[in-house]
């Protein structure tokens, strides 16, 4: 009944790249990549605004240049973010970008399109090409993303697949699907690390797979790292010589921009195979000779960006880099030989270059679209969360409820009180990030829970559920559990974290971990002395009555030096102040406590 279901309603697999797209489909256990419509297996991923309806595909990359101000490409890049979010990004993209509300748009022709829409052109001529090559309708996908995309990107994903007419079943990230691929013989045992640097995003995954079993470990990356920065450099060179030479400002111009870019990628990519080609930029008659090396110098710093990542998955998933039995290479630029001997100088050993590094990852989505279809029993894909996730809590302090590199699906509760007498609602602040502080970490979202019924500080009891799904979107749900008042919301960012800012979060995430810890502890011990200030601010104007004048000074200077200590910065000194006083006051507060129990059994 399922293979039945499977052959008239198959799932398909679909890698939407940077700079090309794929679509796979599993066919009597076989995965293939299917044919474009225009008979090839990638699509470029840019899309032409000709007259009449827009172009897909090769069609509109042959018109990057000559027709640049209706032309759109990388788009990838874009997904999920937000306008003031994406200087980085969007470096070296030759179109207009307009602010818009939260995301970003972009003007092609006097029209805004969000990267969403220009997301689902692309979906849309996969679903075509897959249509005609399997001879029947196609409505349900699974589509690669990123390992390091966050939950933002993730969602505008599903959203542009929801556009093309696809329901996308699944979201999976691009390393873990070129494992699947890479492990299908089932032979393969042992921990892989992938290296898949794309056009536009490096992502590194650390897996183990065993008897079928593919178990993400850890997975860092950057997602504005890619093959468009080495254009981009060389592209620069050829700027800068324009400018030098002729006087022109080659970036200004959209059609020469996109013409410089062009010429370098080719360049690039002829420099995979040999030692020497020519850069050309025909419009300007401008050409260069450039040697393999040179390029090599130029990639170097760009992608020594990827050596960190790596060593923090290593770090993360506890390994030293002579215990991986393999280093599987994915993605475009990883043709290159500097990026080759990049990846050998990393992990310290010459990586694996034997899958097919631009159709692996869509040949793992068909592969996870097989299990999904029910028709492969033998795999199971376990996967992890990209950043830690937490709420607010007294204090200006993040409290994690889930750490990075957890195994998804996951759900985690946590049981949260009041800091205020008869305190009616309370407002769950959600963030991403490592950092102790709420204002360090990415504030994915906020809601309320109001009609707490008024109660003491710290009595009613709010339990926080933070749910992740497959996909890696997340849900987060809090609950009264006395009058079981709940609300839920899936979390929307408006957009998502910037690279720079995953890398500077993670980076600080460490170096600052002691900072953090002391900046926790003045807060704790902050809100443990609180109580103990306002009891004894009550019970001082009893001191005088009830104590010796000596024990009364004693704790009036106790409670004056916890007040100090409380505007200082210093847990310890905060601790050892509260410590103190509470000692000072034992005696008054057991004197007061009997004075009322006394007088309420001289009432009787
Ligand atoms: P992907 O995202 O995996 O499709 O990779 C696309 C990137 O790979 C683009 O930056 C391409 O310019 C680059 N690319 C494709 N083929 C080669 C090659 N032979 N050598 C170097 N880079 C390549």
Partial sequence: MSVAMSVKDPIVGIDLGTTNSLVAFVRDGVPEVLRSREGRNLVPSVISFADGAPLVGYAAKSRKVRDAAHTVFSMKRLLGRGFED????????????????????????????????????????????????????????????????????????????????????RIVNEPTAASLAYGLDRKRQGLIAVYDLGGGTFDISILKLHDGIFEVLATHGDTALGGDDLDLAIARIAAAELKERDGVDAFADLSLHAELLEAAEALKIALSERDSAELAVVSRGYRRAFARAELEEL????????????????????????????????????????????????????????????????????????????????????????????????????????????????????????????????????????????????????????????????????????????????????KELKTGKEQTIEVRPSYGLTDAEVERMLAAGTRNAEADTEFKKLVEARNDAEPVLRA?????????????????????????????????????????????????????????????????????
């Fill in 86 to 169: 994406l200087k980085d990004a969007a470096q070296g993209l030759p179109y207009k970008l307009l602010p818009g509300d939260g995301i970003v748009r972009i003007e092609i022709g006097g029209r805004a399109y969000s990267p969403i829409e220009l997301s689902a052109l692309i979906l849309k001529e996969l679903k075509l090409a897959a249509e005609k090559s399997l001879s029947m309708p196609v409505r349900r996908a699974v589509v690669t993303v990123p390992a390091y995309f966050n939950d933002s990107q993730r969602q505008a994903t599903r959203a542009a697949g929801r556009l093309a007419g696809l329901d996308v079943l």
């Fill in 299 to 478: 990639a170097r710093p760009i992608l020594e960006r990827t050596r960190g990542p790596c060593l923090r998955a290593l770090k993360d998933a506890g390994l030293r880099p002579e215990e991986l039995s393999d280093v599987v290479l994915v993605g475009g630029p990883t043709r290159l030989r500097v990026v080759q001997e990049m990846a050998a100088s990393i992990f310290g050993r010459a990586p694996n270059t034997s899958v097919h590094p631009d159709e692996v990852v869509s040949l793992g989505a068909a592969i996870q679209a097989d299990i999904l279809a029910g028709n492969n029993k033998d795999f199971l894909l376990l996967d992890v969360v990209p950043l830690s996730l937490g709420i607010e809590t007294y204090g200006g302090l993040t409290s994690h409820l889930i750490a990075r590199n957890t195994r998804i699906p996951t759900v985690a509760r946590e049981v949260f009180t009041t800091f205020a007498d008869r305190q009616t609602g309370v407002d769950i602040h959600v963030l991403q990030g490592e950092r102790e502080r709420v204002e360090d970490n990415r504030s994915l979202a906020r809601f309320k829970l109001a009609g707490i019924p008024p109660q003491p500080a710290g009595i009613p009891r709010i339990e926080v559920t933070f749910l992740i799904d497959a996909d890696g979107i997340l849900q987060v749900s809090a």
């Fill in 536 to 604: 004894t601010e009550k019970s001082l104007p009893h001191a005088a009555r009830l104590l010796p004048p000596a024990e009364a000074e004693e704790v009036r200077r106790r409670f004056e030096a916890l007040s100090e200590a409380m505007r200082g910065k210093d847990g310890g000194k905060v601790r050892e102040a509260c410590f103190a006083l509470n000692r000072a006051t034992a005696k008054l507060a057991e004197l007061i406590m009997q004075e009322a129990v006394d007088q309420a059994s001289g009432q009787r």
